[in-house]
Every structure is written in C-alpha cells, then in structure tokens.
C-alpha cells in the first residue's frame, strides 16, 4: 500500500523556522515527482515546492527564498524547510507523489498519493 506520512508542524512565531517531513512507504520517494501543497483555512490548496526524482526544485515565487525542498533516500524521505515563517503561512502541509516520470505541477489533481497533512501555526 503506496503511503505518505507527513510530521514536523507546530506553533511557531513570526520569524521562526520549521522543518517537515514526509516518508513514504510502498514506494520509492527518489522514483516520483514529490510535491508539497498547503491550504490555509477557506482557501484552495495551493502548491510550495517540488522535487522531482532527478534531484531538480522548483519552488513557487512567493516561497523561494524561504523555503527549501530536499530528499534523503536512505531514509525515503522529502523534507521542507521553512525559514522565516509568516502568519500568512499558516495551513495544513500536505506531501503528494505523481506516477514516475511525471514534471512537477501545481495542480493537485495531477498529484494521486497524498499524506494525511501536517498543521503548521505561524502566530505570535
């Protein structure tokens, strides 16, 4: 069974950092185009960032110069760091796999696994 559990959300202040994860099982991260997507309450879930399994990012404009996508395939595993963090942050964090080969999108549609989502409260 193809899974994808997401961790590392919290509450954190204007600012701060934080580190996601998500770790795959029944399946090999590196092989797929990893997304991450977050939606804020009442809004559509946006794209973030996205690695594809040649190692290559694309992050979206509003978050390139704070957050960071990696993969540590020992441990099957795609991370986002997220640096100064700011209300406008705050959402679930979703981590979604696209079939092999696959360019990365920012559609969710375009995304069939999805984790569970991680809640991320950036507030003072």
């Known amino acids: 069974q193809l899974q994808l559990v997401e961790s590392g959300g919290g509450l954190v202040q204007p600012g701060g950092s934080l580190r996601l994860s998500c770790a795959a099982s029944g399946f090999t991260l590196n092989a797929h185009t990893i997304g991450w997507f977050r939606q804020a309450p009442g809004k559509e879930r946006e794209g973030v960032s996205c690695i594809r399994p040649t190692g290559s990012t694309t992050t979206t404009i509003n978050s390139v110069s704070r957050f960071t996508i990696s993969r540590d395939n020992a441990k099957n595993t795609v991370y986002l760091q997220m640096n100064n963090l700011e209300p406008e942050d705050t959402g679930v964090y979703y981590c979604?796999?696209?079939?092999?080969?696959?360019?990365?999108?920012?559609?969710?549609?375009?995304?069939?696994?999805w984790g569970q989502g991680t809640q991320v409260t950036v507030s003072s």
């Open positions: 979604a796999a696209r079939p092999p080969l696959y360019a990365c999108t920012w559609s969710a549609r375009d995304y069939i696994t």
